[in-house]
Nanobody
């Protein structure tokens, strides 16, 4: 299974971007899909996750209502709509997915462990 992320680019502060991620390869049923990011010189950090069963979502505090995670039209696809971008959002964004049995506590999904698949990342650069 491969996760292919796309939609990154260079934008100005205040602009919006929509990242997309699609799974390919062997058929699988994800339980959660989400996004992490890693800025230059910093550790990888959680951004957002969606649980397909029930559609519950969970966001990092720094999102502060600016980002929205949702499912794409096809199975095992996820998007991240990012609005009001700031230079602090500059990072490589990684798509992730897990399969059952999966974690049940949403807040635990903010940790990198437990995800079965990671995408290659798409770079987002926000200029001031």
């Amino acid at each position: 299974v491969q996760l292919q992320a796309s939609g990154g680019g260079l934008v100005q502060a205040g602009d919006s971007l929509r990242l997309s991620c699609a799974a390919s390869g062997h058929t699988f049923s994800s339980y959660h899909m989400g996004w992490f990011r890693q800025a230059p010189g910093k550790e990888r950090e959680f951004v957002a996750v969606i649980r397909w069963s029930g559609g519950r979502t969970y966001y990092a505090d720094f999102v502060n209502g600016r980002f929205t995670i949702g499912g794409g039209n096809a199975k095992n696809t996820v998007y991240l709509q990012m609005n009001s971008l700031s230079p602090e959002d500059t990072a490589v964004y990684y798509c992730v997915a897990d399969t059952p049995p999966a974690r049940t506590i949403l807040s635990s999904l903010s940790y990198t462990w437990g995800y079965d698949y990671w995408g290659q990342g798409t770079e987002v650069t926000v200029s001031s």
